[in-house]
T-cell receptor, first 111, second 114 residues
Framework: QKEVEQNSGPLSVPEGAIASLNCTYSDRVSQSFFWYRQYSGKSPELIMSIYSNGDKEDGRFTAQLNKASQYVSLLIRDSQPSDSATYLCAVNRDAGNMLTFGGGTRLMVKP | KAGVTQTPRYLIKTRGQQVTLSCSPISGHRSVSWYQQTPGQGLQFLFEYFSETQRNKGNFPGRFSGRQFSNSRSEMNVSTLELGDSALYLC?????????????FGSGTRLTVV
């Protein structure tokens, strides 16, 4: 079992819809969680971090964390074609020195 | 504020050679991490340095090594290159503990081994 799992996609949504990206992790003691966006040919860029159970909103993005079920999700409201990218979930075990990344979900937003 | 700078952007090397990649973190960032990204394996952690000390190391063979200088700049070295080492090598810096603050990534070095 991989430490951090994501559906590779592609996840296709129409412009203006809500895109829902999911990530599960195996280590129960994981403490911090990050979402990165990576455009084709570019490096990952940090979108959001979340540390506590519940929702965290930042503009059109909402991160959701459920530690009991060991999943974290990212919702993108009013999806735009410019949101088309690969979204990487990253998990940190003990607020320490490394992040473990999932394989990423490729999102396609169709005009 | 300048971002994370990696040089060179592209490299082509022959099997058996060695290579050194360079990374300059964001000014003030003392933590530098290295990742290997391939289509099959995704992002895999190589190592992390803080104040010239390696704090964490991933599951890579000893051919992969790194170091950090007093100005926080970092280098990674791969000796005896193999075809499977072809990948995008990403450097990332953090203002503090990566598990708390996350990373800012550089543009990467694309290494091709022929």
């Amino acid at each position: 079992q991989k430490e951090v799992e994501q559906n590779s996609g592609p996840l296709s949504v129409p412009e203006g819809a809500i895109a829902s990206l999911n990530c599960t992790y195996s280590d129960r003691v994981s403490q911090s969680f990050f979402w990165y966006r990576q455009y084709s040919g570019k490096s990952p860029e940090l979108i959001m971090s979340i540390y506590s159970n519940g929702d965290k909103e930042d503009g059109r993005f909402t991160a959701q964390l459920n530690k009991a079920s060991q999943y974290v999700s990212l919702l993108i409201r009013d999806s735009q074609p410019s949101d088309s990218a690969t979204y990487l979930c990253a998990v940190n075990r003990d607020a320490g020195n490394m992040l473990t990344f999932g394989g990423g979900t490729r999102l396609m937003v169709k005009p | 504020k300048a971002g994370v700078t990696q040089t060179p952007r592209y490299l082509i090397k022959t099997r058996g050679q060695q290579v050194t990649l360079s990374c300059s973190p964001i000014s003030g960032h003392r933590s530098v991490s290295w990742y290997q990204q391939t289509p099959g394996q995704g992002l895999q952690f190589l190592f992390e340095y803080f104040s010239e000390t390696q704090r964490n190391k991933g599951n890579f063979p000893g051919r992969f090594s790194g170091r950090q200088f007093s100005n926080s700049r970092s280098e990674m070295n791969v000796s005896t290159l193999e075809l499977g080492d072809s990948a995008l090598y990403l450097c990332a810096s953090s203002s503090g503990t990566p598990g708390v603050y996350g990373y800012t990534f550089g543009s990467g070095t694309r290494l091709t081994v022929v």
